[in-house]
C-alpha cells in the first residue's frame, strides 16, 4: 500500500529543508521537478521553516561602489549565485542611477532626472520588483551618506519584504561656521522626512580638522554604516570620526575611534552586535569592536589580526589595499586591492577573488532568501489541478 500523500509531502519537506539558500537555482530546479514539490517550495510554512532552518540570509550579489572621479559610473547589480543580475532600476529608464546602501532586502538608490534636473530618491526590492519614491531631504548638503534598514518591531530580517522601512540621511551641511553635520529620517509608514537634527557645536580643532578635510578631499564620503537597534553609525573619511544617529531620541553624537594610526576605517556589527571596524595596515587586517566596562562606559578593544599574505604590501597606506565593507551575519569582508576585489572569511580565514581590479570605495552586499514562490511558479502551484 502506497503511503499517504501527506507523509511522502513532510519527507520531501525534509529534503529540501536541507538545500543551501546561497545557490536558489537549486530550489527553482526542484521545484519543476514535479508539482507536488513545487506545492511543498511554495507552501508559506516550508519557506518559514527554510529560513529560521539556514539562520541568516545568503549573500546573493554585490552592488560595487567606485570612485567617480569623472562622474559617477553605471551601477550594477553583480550576482554571486548562478541567477542572473538583477536590472538596476533608474539606468534603464534612461537616467544615471547610483546606489547608496543596501540592507534587509532592499536597495536605497539616488536617481538623477535629466529631463527635471533634479534628484530623486528610491527603494528597490531586486526580489520582488517593488519601487518605493522618496521625497529629498529639506535642507542643502554637500557631501551625505544614507542607510536604508526594516523598520518592523522585532523583526528578525529573515523576511523582510513589503514591509515597512525607514532611511537615514547625515549630511555634511553648506554653512561650515554652523551645525556642521545634520540629519534626518524616512519612514515609509508616515511618507515624511522627520525634522532635521544638527550635531550642535563641535569642538573647534574637530570642526578645523572636518573643514580641512571638506576642502582638500571633495569626493571623500562615508561607507555603509551599520545599523544596531535604533542606532546609525558612519564613519567619516580621512580622521575616522564616527557620527551616531539615534533614531529613538533623535540626536546625533561623535564616536572617537581608538588611538591607532589606520587610515581608513570600515565599520561594521560584530558577531556580538556590538559596534566595530576592520582597517588594513600593509598585510594584516585589525578587527576592533567596542566593550562596555562595569560604569557602563564603552571602550574600544582591538579583537583580532589576520595576515593577508596574498595582497602585496605598498609604502603609502592611502594607495590600499583596503577594507570597502562586511557582510552582516556571514562573517565576510570584502578587499579592495591592485589585483581586484576579494573576500576575506573570518572563519576560515581564506580569501577569493570576486571581481576584477576597479576605484572601488565601497561594496554593498545583497543578502536575501530568494525562494521559487512568485511569479509564474507560485501561480501553477496555486493552480487548481494540483
Same mark, same amino acid.
Given at each position: 500500500?502506497?503511503?499517504p ?40 510554512e ?8 539556514h ?11 567606485r ?24 539606468v ?33 526590492d ?31 530580517h529573515?523576511d ?22 545634520k ?54 573619511r ?7 544617529y ?27 552586535? =556590538? ?18 566596562? =562595569? ?34 551575519g ?24 570576486v ?25 501553477l ?6
Amino acid at each position: 500500500m502506497a503511503p499517504p500523500a501527506e507523509l511522502i509531502d513532510d519527507v520531501t519537506a525534509e529534503i529540501l529543508l536541507r538545500l543551501p539558500p546561497d545557490e536558489p537555482e537549486h530550489l527553482f530546479r526542484a521545484a519543476l521537478v514535479c508539482k507536488p514539490w513545487l506545492r511543498v517550495l511554495c507552501d508559506p510554512e516550508f519557506r518559514r521553516r527554510y529560513r529560521a532552518f539556514h539562520g541568516a540570509p545568503p549573500l546573493l550579489g554585490l552592488i560595487p561602489r567606485r570612485q567617480a572621479f569623472d562622474g559617477y559610473p553605471a551601477p550594477r547589480f553583480a550576482s554571486t549565485t548562478s541567477m542572473p543580475d538583477f536590472p538596476f532600476p533608474g539606468v534603464f529608464d534612461g537616467h544615471r542611477a547610483r546606489p547608496l546602501d543596501c540592507r534587509h532586502g532592499r536597495v536605497l538608490v539616488q536617481v538623477w532626472h535629466e529631463r527635471r534636473r533634479r534628484l530623486e530618491y528610491l527603494v528597490w526590492d531586486p526580489i520582488t520588483g517593488d519601487r518605493h519614491d522618496l521625497p529629498t531631504p529639506d535642507f542643502d548638503w554637500v557631501i551625505y551618506i544614507a542607510a536604508v534598514f526594516c523598520a518592523s518591531d522585532g523583526c528578525d530580517h529573515l523576511d523582510c519584504h513589503g514591509g515597512p522601512f525607514r532611511v537615514a540621511f547625515v549630511a555634511m551641511a553648506t554653512d561650515l561656521r554652523k551645525d556642521i553635520v545634520k540629519a534626518s529620517a524616512y519612514s515609509s509608514e508616515t511618507g515624511a522626512w522627520s525634522a532635521p537634527v544638527s550635531l550642535g557645536d563641535y569642538a573647534q580643532h574637530m570642526r578645523n580638522a572636518l573643514y580641512e578635510k571638506l576642502c582638500y578631499q571633495p569626493f571623500a564620503q562615508g561607507r555603509r554604516g551599520p545599523v544596531i537597534g535604533d542606532q546609525v553609525y558612519f564613519a567619516l573619511r580621512g580622521g575616522n570620526e564616527i557620527i551616531k544617529y539615534n533614531l529613538h531620541g533623535n540626536c546625533l553624537s561623535v564616536i572617537n575611534p581608538p588611538p591607532h594610526n589606520a587610515y581608513e576605517i570600515a565599520l561594521m556589527v560584530m558577531e556580538d552586535s =556590538s559596534l566595530g571596524f576592520a582597517h588594513i595596515e600593509y598585510c594584516s587586517l585589525y578587527l576592533w569592536s567596542t566593550k562596555v566596562d =562595569s560604569q557602563g562606559v564603552a571602550e574600544w578593544v582591538q579583537r583580532r589580526v589576520i595576515k593577508v599574505e596574498t595582497l602585496e604590501p605598498t609604502v603609502y597606506p592611502s594607495q590600499g589595499p583596503f577594507v570597502v565593507g562586511s557582510a552582516e551575519g556571514l562573517g565576510v569582508i570584502f578587499i579592495s586591492a591592485c589585483a581586484g576585489l576579494f573576500t576575506l572569511d573570518l572563519k576560515s580565514e581564506q580569501m577569493r577573488k570576486v571581481d576584477e581590479p576597479g576605484d572601488y570605495f565601497n561594496v554593498l552586499p545583497y543578502m536575501s532568501f530568494y525562494t521559487p514562490d512568485r511569479g509564474r511558479l507560485l501561480s501553477l502551484a496555486r493552480a487548481d489541478d494540483l
